[in-house]
């Protein structure tokens, strides 16, 4: 069992930057892929980016590749989204999420595990 708490969100202008962290409670976290998603006001929850157990691959949406980095410590047991040049369309509702099988899925049925989520919101 895993459990998983977002921070970090909150209000930015467009083009500004957040960084969240997803602290996770669980002494198998360092065996878990893990994933960001989020979903807007009246809007399915979509991938955002993915991070292998090692950090040593990534994945990303195409609608945030080359804003938005994914990283972890973990023996912090912590996941991060570093999230530049913020639009608008970034606003949302994000959560962080486990995937005991590790195989950076952009779909979330592969994971395990949720957290509750974290407010972001970019105005413009």
């Known amino acids: 069992q895993v459990q998983l708490v977002e921070s970090g969100g909150g209000l930015v202008q467009a083009g500004g930057s957040l960084r969240l962290s997803c602290a996770a409670a669980?002494?198998?976290?360092?065996?878990?892929?893990m994933g960001w998603f989020r979903q807007a006001q009246g809007k399915e929850r979509e991938f955002v980016a993915a991070?292998?157990?090692?950090?040593?691959?990534?994945y990303y949406a195409d609608s945030v590749k080359g804003r938005f980095t994914t990283s972890r410590d973990n023996a912090k047991n912590t996941v991060y989204l570093q999230m530049n040049s913020l639009k608008p369309e970034d606003t949302a509702v994000y959560y962080c999420?486990?995937?005991?099988?590790?195989?950076?899925?952009?779909?979330?049925?592969?994971?395990?595990?949720w957290g509750q989520g974290t407010q972001v919101t970019v105005s413009s």
């Open positions: 669980g002494r198998t976290f360092s065996r878990y892929g």
């Open positions: 991070i292998s157990w090692s950090g040593g691959m990534t």
């Open positions: 999420a486990a995937d005991r099988s590790s195989v950076l899925t952009r779909d979330e049925a592969g994971y395990d595990y």
